[in-house]
């Protein structure tokens, strides 16, 4: 992107205006997701035609980028609904909460290890909401209300961000952004990531059972932690790549030998406000045709073909082969921003997309459920029924969200806010900030990698102009757009989806939101640190 428009307080408070209106809707007014989205989109459509003199041409290419990107996430969203039905619909759900409450019956512990470990481990490898998808309808099936259910892999896999999905963030950054010492820039990412997910484990335990439960979960939650995010840290200087990946499924063995410990197989002591009634018994059709095994093997699945289509290099290079983009004009605006030409946008390997090993997934739990008679007559059509009847609202949501996203890019909004922060701020006020406009970024964009990319050079360059370190800033700026996943609209529409509450997207942001904003806040003194 080349200019922007003129920073002055009035464009600023333009530029804005369609997110104060997206978040009031969605916390004063309990709008929906859908509604608000469409709401901000066409007010930023009236600021980029009105104030920042953006074209039909330039507002038709943003808003068809912006459709493509929500494809690429709609990949994810409709087959994880798909799989959600379908083990539903099986009983699965119910033969798996049966037996982990075998296995211990603190639900405080259980919580913690679905919710903050198996979360940042999917987030590890296969991310893009999967995590979320995944995660909450199983708190919902161990007895967490729906929305702690969302809340809490919201905030618990945030910090798996930046180096997860085998890295795909970072090496974003690395496209757009030359750095010297890219080695200083991943330990000071990871350094400041070890607070967020420090942070999550204490607050999950919070929001379970307050000062009983965090007294409780105290030695499980430094115990993880120190392998999570110190494990991140160290593995950052040696790969990257798989720095996230390692120490999650070092931490996913730890919490299932933790869970075992006479300690805490124990009922908690305590009672939770987030625990709906009390245990269920198994439906008599599953006794002797569905095991805990069985009932889990879709997900066993999924984490065994995402592995192997992205780590074993012979079927990642053939899978890798066929992409799908689509090549856009250069557009521009009537102050002189420009977007450069785009031969091959957003072009992805749908074969290495989760959204497929989503569907592969699905395709398994499908045959094994059915040929365990755990299907009753019209089973498929209430499963297709339910998914479209969740899917169509998300899919408004953040087909809404990502073209107003993509307007505020094209116009030239995002950059008018992020440099009119660095304009009114010093050296190290600019350094505590940064990575809350790599948090801008990630909310607009619902995507990591999509905040380094659009933020990632501006801040490089702003860090220079300030005479900054652009290493400590491109780790706070991939910090920032990390924890920013707690936030973004399109996974908080997939958790409330899959947590059986759509339409509930603010209440979700509500809690999230100011988890997100107390992290920053940590993260920015921790970047000062650095300087």
């Known amino acids: 992107m080349q200019g922007a428009p003129p920073v002055t307080l009035v464009n600023w408070l333009l530029a804005f205006l369609p997110l104060a209106v997206l978040i009031v809707l969605l916390l004063v007014f309990k709008w929906t997701a859908a509604q608000a989205g469409s709401a901000g989109f066409f007010v930023a459509l009236a600021v980029a035609r009105l104030v920042f003199q953006s074209g039909l041409e330039t507002v038709s290419i ?30 699965a759900f119910d033969v798996f909460r049966e037996t982990v409450e075998g296995f211990t019956k603190s639900r405080l512990i259980l919580v913690l290890a679905f919710g903050w470990v198996f979360a940042s481990f999917l987030q590890s490898v296969a991310g893009f909401g999967t995590p979320i998808a995944i995660v909450a309808p199983l708190l919902v099936e161990i007895g967490v209300a729906p929305i702690p259910a969302v809340v809490i892999p919201l905030i618990g896999q945030a910090w798996a961000n930046m180096f997860g999905t085998l890295g795909v963030p970072w090496l974003a950054l690395l496209k757009v952004v030359s750095l010297q010492d890219p080695s200083q820039a991943a330990f000071v990412g990871a350094a400041l990531l070890w607070l967020p997910n420090a942070f999550a484990g204490v607050v999950i335990a919070w929001i379970y059972g307050r000062t009983r439960g965090l007294v409780r979960a105290l030695p499980v939650i430094a115990t993880i932690s120190l392998i999570q995010g110190g494990g991140q840290l160290l593995l950052s200087q040696v790969d990257p790549v798989i720095s996230n990946f390692v120490p999650n499924t070092v931490a996913l063995f730890l919490v299932l030998g933790l869970v075992l410990l006479p300690a805490y197989r124990e009922e908690d002591a305590f009672k939770s406000e987030i625990l709906t009634g009390g ?25 065994g073909v995402s592995l192997l289509a992205l780590l074993v290099p012979a079927a990642s290079d053939l899978l890798g082969r066929l992409t799908v983009g689509f090549p856009f004009p250069e557009s521009r605006t009537g102050l002189g921003v420009v977007v ?37 007559p019209g089973a498929e059509r209430q499963v297709l029924r339910a998914t479209t009847k969740n899917a169509l609202p998300a899919s408004v949501a953040i087909l809404a969200f990502l073209t107003l996203s993509k307007l ?19 050296a190290p006020v600019y350094a505590f900030l940064s990575n809350l406009i790599g948090a801008l970024g990630g909310f607009m964009t619902s995507s990591t990698t999509a905040s380094n990319i659009l933020l990632g050079p501006l801040q490089a360059g702003t860090a220079r102009a300030l005479a900054l370190s652009t290493s400590v800033v491109m780790g706070a700026q991939s910090a920032g757009a990390a924890i920013a996943d707690a936030i973004s609209p399109a996974n908080i529409v997939l958790g409330t989806g899959t947590a059986g509450v759509p339409g509930r997207e603010g209440e979700v942001l509500k809690y999230t939101l100011v988890w997100v904003l107390v992290t920053a806040a940590l993260i920015g003194a921790g970047t000062l640190m650095f300087l």
């Open 62 to 91: 943003a808003t068809a980028k912006g459709i493509w990107d929500g494809i690429f996430i709609l990949y994810v969203v409709w087959p994880a609904l798909l799989l959600y039905q379908v083990n539903e619909r099986a009983g």
């Open 279 to 303: 245990e269920s018994q198994l439906p008599p059709r599953l006794r002797g045709r569905l095991g805990f095994g069985a009932s889990i093997l879709p997900y066993l699945v999924l984490v």
């Open 340 to 376: 450069e030409a785009a031969p091959d946008y957003g072009a992805f390997a749908p074969f290495q997309h989760p959204g497929t090993f989503l569907l592969v997934a699905t395709a398994f739990a499908y045959v094994l459920f059915r040929k365990r008679g755990l299907f009753e």
């Open 408 to 426: 505020m890019d094209h116009s030239g909004m995002i950059s008018l806010l992020a440099n009119g922060l660095a304009a009114v701020s010093p």
